[in-house]
């Protein structure tokens, strides 16, 4: 009305998400009567009203005294915190209620750059986390834009990449998301969930990289053949259905490095070192036909 102040867009429920104090937002959201489908600021440095969900989602700020997994399993059960006091994820598809992207190197409001966690994709992040696979990220994934689902350009931000744990594609991280010892990665226990992938695939994610950064990061189709579990040829399969190829550099490296040679002649069979199950033979024959490797001269990269 005229004469007095515009209501502020200021949130208690926002500022509690970006304290990430669960216990508050699950009050705040029961006996506070607070809607958690309402956009709005948790701070006068906010740059618009967001979503409460896709404000929590997208969370790339790093508290120092925590480990980055904690940091991210935080933000998992924050958001399901909301989502059970009623946020709706189909809600996530207007790309109005998602805050800006946050740039690392920038300052995020005076006096002090805000550092950030994770590989670069909140969504990649949430994919390496065991505890997130089920059907609620699935939701997620199936209403989000499609921008943030998409492996992030990095430009000149490359190197701070590289010095992160995991893989910036979500499509990479959910078929094989730690790297791989066979080419000189990091040993760890990876993640593989075959399921989140082919839900990318069908929503249309890029079958090729953005970025080429790291000699570690993979593309799609050839993290599929680091990968164990059982369901990876469907991906693989959806993969080359969408146009996804391998380089020549590529298959020689999988050829040499996944015992392709030794499996040539019993496709059909389980190749059981380390673990590496035997590729079927139409994978095999269309990468690996029969006079393959072919001539040093003639391997490209």
Partial sequence: RRGFPPLSDKSHLLAACYMRHIGLVQLLCGAGGADPNVCGRATDHCQKPVSPLASVLCDRRWHKDNKIENDIKTQWELAGALV?????????????????????????????????????????????????????????????????????????????????????????????????????????????????????????????????????????????????????????????????????????????CRGISCIRYKPDAVYKEDGFAGVPRDILCRFWPDDFPPAANQTGS
């Fill in 84 to 256: 059970e006091a009623g946020a709706r994820v189909d809600l996530l598809s207007a790309p109005a209620s998602w805050p800006l992207p946050l740039n690392p190197r920038k300052r995020f409001g005076p006096p002090f750059p805000v550092p950030v966690l994770g590989s670069g994709s909140w969504l990649a992040d949430l994919i390496s986390l065991r505890e997130a696979h089920g059907s609620l990220l699935l939701q997620i994934i199936q209403s989000v834009p499609l921008e943030e689902l998409q492996e992030p350009q990095v430009g000149d931000c490359s190197a701070w990449h590289c010095e992160q744990r995991g893989d910036m594609s979500p499509l990479i991280a959910a078929i094989r998301s730690a790297p791989d010892k066979y080419l000189g990665g990091l040993e760890s226990d990876p993640v593989e969930w075959s399921l989140g992938a082919l839900a990318l695939l069908h929503r249309g994610v890029d079958v090729g990289r953005r970025n080429r950064v790291g000699g570690q990061f993979f593309s799609p189709l050839e993290a599929v053949f680091h990968a164990e579990n059982a369901s990876r040829w469907n991906v693989a399969r959806e993969l080359i259905q969408r146009g996804a190829e391998l380089s020549s550099g590529e298959k020689i490296r999988i050829y040499y």
